[in-house]
T-cell receptor, first 116, second 114 residues
Framework: DAGVIQSPRHEVTEMGQEVTLRCKPI?????LFWYRQTMMRGLELLIY????????DSGMPEDRFSAKMPNASFSTLKIQPSEPRDSAVYFC??????????????FGPGTRLTVL | GDSVTQMEGPVTLSEEAFLTINCTYT??????LFWYVQYPGEGLQLLLK?????DKGSNKGFEATYRKETTSFHLEKGSVQVSDSAVYFC?????????????FGTGTRLTIIP
């Protein structure tokens, strides 16, 4: 099993540019999660999907952030326009049925984003 | 709201030392508790979990006991190895009308020196 795949692994961009992060969940997993990790705030849940439908996006910091899941094997997190404070490591995770008690989230290796 | 407080890092120990990383939580419901580990350059991996009070989770020599009376879930290992160097995250999860979310602590960086 290839695990959760994220691309790119590193992204450096300039303030104001659009950034798109990509995620391929583990095949057969119904849930997909996007997290952001920073030194100041730790690991925060941004949004999660169930069967390609967004369930909870209350963690999305502002309208500059958007996430889509057009099919079961692909999701994107887009930041437009990007700002230096968006610099962080962004993780994607997937789980089979989503239950925090009964299930396990599998994390990708993350995308380290630097906005200059 | 739900929250997790972890021992501040970094923590540096010698090989074969005893490890404790403290974790306490606040939750409105009946949470399950988790420890995740993040090795350098990798994503988080589930290390162990406990789903109800007095349960003990264990894996790879690590243990943690769900203590409802002290709202704690401290991670312990009797004899650490260099390969245990990583960042450790305590987390809680509460099932809430189909809304399944994990709340993480800020992480504790552990370095084991030979």
């Amino acid at each position: 099993d290839a695990g959760v795949i994220q691309s790119p692994r590193h992204e450096v961009t300039e303030m104001g540019q659009e950034v798109t992060l990509r995620c391929k969940p583990i095949s057969g997993h119904d849930y997909l999660f996007w997290y952001r990790q920073t030194m100041m705030r730790g690991l925060e849940l941004l949004i999660y999907f169930n069967n390609n439908v967004p369930i909870d996006d209350s963690g999305m910091p502002e309208d500059r952030f958007s996430a889509k899941m057009p099919n079961a094997s692909f999701s994107t997190l887009k930041i437009q326009p990007s700002e230096p404070r968006d610099s962080a490591v962004y993780f994607c995770a997937s789980s089979l049925k989503g239950g925090v008690v009964t299930d396990t989230q599998y994390f990708g290796p993350g995308t380290r984003l630097t906005v200059l | 709201g739900d929250s997790v407080t972890q021992m501040e890092g970094p923590v540096t120990l010698s090989e074969e030392a005893f490890l404790t990383i403290n974790c306490t939580y606040t939750a409105t419901g009946y949470p399950s508790l988790f420890w995740y580990v993040q090795y350098p350059g990798e994503g988080l991996q589930l290390l162990l979990k406990a789903t109800k009070a007095d349960d003990k989770g264990s894996n790879k020599g690590f243990e943690a006991t769900y203590r409802k009376e002290t709202t704690s879930f401290h991670l312990e290992k009797g004899s650490v190895q260099v390969s245990d160097s990583a960042v450790y995250f305590c987390a809680l999860g509460v099932s809430n009308f189909g809304n399944e979310k994990l709340t993480f602590g800020t992480g504790t960086r552990l370095t084991i020196i030979p």
